[in-house]
């Protein structure tokens, strides 16, 4: 599966961006779809997932009730809504394709180059 990111951008806090992850290759829907953040000098750490079908997610903690992932396998999307940005969201910003639904980045097969997300205070 190949991924491409994008969305990413400059916000002020309190802003909102939407990712996108557009998949192909492979048949998205047997895919379990996560996104991961890192910033600079720090591990990559998890921020959401969605079951093959959609019908579950993940959140890690810092952002839940702030973000929203979701995705159309009619059109091999996997979108991350960010709502209420703080400036601790700053962060590359990485899609990424498993087998496993989880949040341990390790279990994911496939991973996008990551789009820049920076929240200005």
């Known amino acids: 599966v190949q991924l491409q990111a994008c969305g990413g951008g400059l916000v002020q806090a309190g802003g909102s961006l939407r990712l996108s992850c557009a998949a192909s290759?492979?048949?998205?829907?047997?895919?379990?779809m996560g996104w991961f953040r890192q910033a600079p000098g720090k591990e990559r750490m998890f921020v959401t997932a969605?079951?093959?079908?959609?019908?579950?997610?993940l959140y890690a903690d810092s952002v839940k009730g702030r973000f929203t992932i979701s995705r159309d396998n009619a059109k091999n999307t996997v979108y991350l809504q960010m709502n209420s940005l703080k400036p601790e969201d700053t962060a590359f910003y990485y899609c990424?394709?498993?087998?496993?639904?989880?949040?341990?980045?390790?279990?994911?097969?496939?991973w996008g180059q990551g789009t820049q997300v920076t929240v200005s205070s």
């Open positions: 990424a394709a498993g087998l496993y639904y989880n949040g341990d980045p390790q279990r994911y097969n496939y």
């Open positions: 969605i079951s093959r079908s959609g019908g579950s997610t």
């Open positions: 290759g492979r048949t998205f829907s047997n895919y379990h």
